[in-house]
């Protein structure tokens, strides 16, 4: 007898990463069109340092523009910010940071953690209820996991685990290969920004192509069983 077919694996869709924000009057300026460009679910804004007062300021400029779009903000640390700030939720790296800002931003809020070196600290963070666990991002002094790394992990924990996993992707080429892997977000890193065609074209290729390597991965994936 045959089995019940499983139910289609959904799309990736796109988070998207801003350089450090000082002045966001420029970001501003591009992020209606931008945002057009392809599925994106999410812009993780990354502040350069300030006082608390500063950094709200540029959240609550920037925030308008990327909710109206149906686009969730989230920042990148700062979660005590979050509320203040207008934003739905933060990023946040290792495990300590997850555990000390869940009291402030669940349920309300997204609550996404990175820094996650083992699998076991993956699970953990699962299991406390992150809205989702990051893997590959670089780490404080700019090393990262090697790509291969980066896609057993998430291969490994879409197979296995319910939350979603967003994979980081460094150029357009490990945008796809995560994409394939399963991951449920690809966080786009600064070469979006730093094309020389610009920031939409850069994005509008990176959304094509984890739509097409996700399609050869899984559009046409047998159902179990005979």
Not at 64 to 70: D, L, N, R, V
Not at 113 to 125: F, K, N, S
Not at 184 to 200: A, N, P, T
Request: charged share 20%.
């Amino acid at each position: 007898m045959a089995a019940k077919p499983l139910p289609p694996r959904p799309a990736p869709r796109l988070y998207l990463a801003t350089p450090p924000i000082d002045d966001p009057a420029q970001l501003l300026a591009i992020l209606p069109d931008l945002l057009t460009a392809a599925d994106v679910a999410a812009v993780l804004l990354r502040l350069t340092p300030a006082d608390e007062r500063s950094m709200i300021q540029r959240t609550k400029a920037l925030a308008p523009t990327i909710q109206k779009a149906g686009v969730a903000l989230l920042l990148d640390g700062h979660h005590t910010l979050v509320a203040r700030a207008g934003a739905d939720g933060a990023n946040l790296t290792g495990l300590d940071a997850l555990q000390e800002a869940m009291p402030t931003l669940k349920p309300d809020r997204i609550v996404g953690v990175g820094g996650l070196t083992t699998r076991h600290d993956a699970m953990v963070a699962g299991e406390a209820g992150a809205d989702y666990v990051l893997f590959g991002e670089p780490d404080a002094k700019g090393e990262r996991p090697s790509t291969d790394a980066v896609f057993e992990r998430l291969q490994w924990w879409a197979d296995v685990f319910e939350p979603p996993c967003v994979g980081f992707a460094a150029t357009k080429e490990e945008a796809g290969l995560f994409a394939s892997a399963g991951a449920d977000f690809i966080l786009l890193g600064d070469f979006i920004w730093q094309d020389e065609r610009g920031s939409r074209t850069a994005l509008a290729e990176a959304g094509n192509i984890v739509a097409q390597s996700f399609d050869k991965a899984f559009g046409h994936t047998a159902v179990e069983g005979t």
